[in-house]
């Protein structure tokens, strides 16, 4: 199918120096980590070609080409499309999919920024936890004594079906093939390793702030943990990786305990990252798999030093009538089309803030918000602002209120 460009993205490159301006993006999946992708390469001028056999794929408004078609199908056109592209990533994690670009790896015609290895083992949480103890890396006990327990899928994505079970009557319940593990309390925290295979740099530390069913409904950044960082730092050696993985972890009184890693480019951190940091992991994950310098000059390449030691929140609401609540990023995904809202007279001294409105049938709508500053305090005033733009749109100003609960 031909590409249509009529959904160009507005958003603009803020990172002029960045020498991938004008390069050519393919991404390969339009859900949350391809809209994740795309963002990112805007932000850094770049042209972004999507392929995606759904045709409300949520990503398509942020490409500038979109190719709506079954790459497994037509392989012919997907080879084509390898061929006008600079770079390609796999943004999905649809089996068949990934089973498919390993088949014809040898054929792309640019580089594929993936590693499929490390993916093997990230993506199945049994593979996982079995490297985790090889290694000697400290995660929650598997099938504690008593309760509660955290219970969990063997290879869905995120959160999905991930719980805790309060009883031995309930545990009976859960799937035999599911993960049993202790119950930990406490923050859950996320790291960023990018690798060529030799050298890895370990990125930024984020808070994912999760609701009742475990879903991210909120990210911010954290201050350094170097412990954390030996971790993400050792599995990224032992798997030899040559790609971009994250760590997932909880901070609790026991110490850092690792929940899962994921070698695929992630959703909803790497925004918070960026405005948090500088740096772009997708530029970096390019540099890896480019630049023979890449552990440093490639670093430095990926850095936007406007927004180095900054403050970034990237949220998920839900319209409720006349109310936006918080929720996690299924908010997105229950949706049928993802844009850029264009708000009017919302001007900021310092930072500034992008708004996304997600909608879907029967009046759906919900927003992904991103706000930023030098500092936190800063950035609070920036999202209160922002936020109080959306209820204007929703209701008079004398009945309007803080519904959101992060």
């Known amino acids: 199918m031909s590409a249509s460009t009529q959904n160009k993205s507005s958003i603009a490159s803020d990172f002029p120096e960045s020498k991938y301006a004008g390069k ?20 850094a001028g770049m042209v972004v070609v999507l392929v995606d056999k759904n045709p409300n794929a949520l990503a398509q408004s942020l490409a500038d080409e979109f190719y709506c078609f079954d790459i497994a199908k037509d392989k012919s056109q997907f080879i084509s499309i390898s061929e006008k592209s600079d ?45 985790f103890k090889k290694i000697n890396i400290p995660t929650p006990v598997d099938k504690p004594d008593c309760p509660p327990y955290f219970v969990k899928p063997p290879s869905e994505s995120g959160s999905v079906g991930a719980r805790v079970i309060e009883s031995d009557d309930e545990l009976k319940l859960v799937p035999i093939n599911y993960l049993v593990e202790e119950y930990l309390s406490g923050p859950v925290i996320s790291l960023e390793i990018v690798g060529n295979g030799n050298d890895y740099v370990v990125v930024k530390e984020t808070q994912i702030h999760v609701d009742e069913v475990w879903d991210c409904y909120a990210v ?7 412990s954390y960082r030996k971790i993400g730092l050792d599995l990224a050696k032992g798997l030899g990786l040559k790609g971009i993985m994250d760590v997932e972890a909880i901070l609790n009184p026991k110490g850092t305990k690792v929940l899962e ?3 695929r480019f992630p959703s909803q951190t790497p925004i918070c990252v960026y405005f948090s940091s500088g740096i772009n992991l997708l530029l970096l994950l390019i540099e890896a798999f480019t630049n023979p310098e890449f552990k ?18 990237f949220e998920h609401f839900q319209k409720k009538g006349s109310r936006i609540i918080s929720g996690g990023e299924h908010l997105i995904s229950a949706g049928s089309d993802f844009r850029l809202h264009e708000t009017e007279n919302l001007q900021f001294k310092e930072g500034g803030a992008d708004i996304f409105i997600c909608s879907g049938e029967n009046d759906y709508q919900a927003y992904t918000v991103i706000t930023y500053a030098k500092t936190e305090s800063k950035a609070r005033d920036v999202r209160d602002k922002t936020i109080s733009s959306i209820l204007k749109t929703l209701k008079p100003k004398e009945q309007q209120e803080k519904s959101w609960h992060f």
């Open 87 to 131: 770079f390609m990533i796999p943004v999905n994690e649809n089996e068949e999919t990934i089973q498919f670009l390993k088949s014809v790896e040898d054929e792309i015609k640019c580089p594929l920024l993936f590693d499929f290895p490390a993916y093997h083992i990230s993506c199945n949480k049994n593979r996982s936890k079995d490297y």
């Open 220 to 226: 911010t950044p954290l201050p350094a943990n170097d």
């Open 261 to 263: 890693i994921d070698a």
């Open 24 to 43: 050519r993006i393919c991404l390969i999946g339009g859900k949350l980590q391809g809209v994740e992708v795309a963002y990112l390469a805007k932000k």
């Open 296 to 313: 440093d000059e490639g670093f430095l390449n990926s850095t936007n030093p406007k927004y180095k030691d900054s403050f970034c929140t």
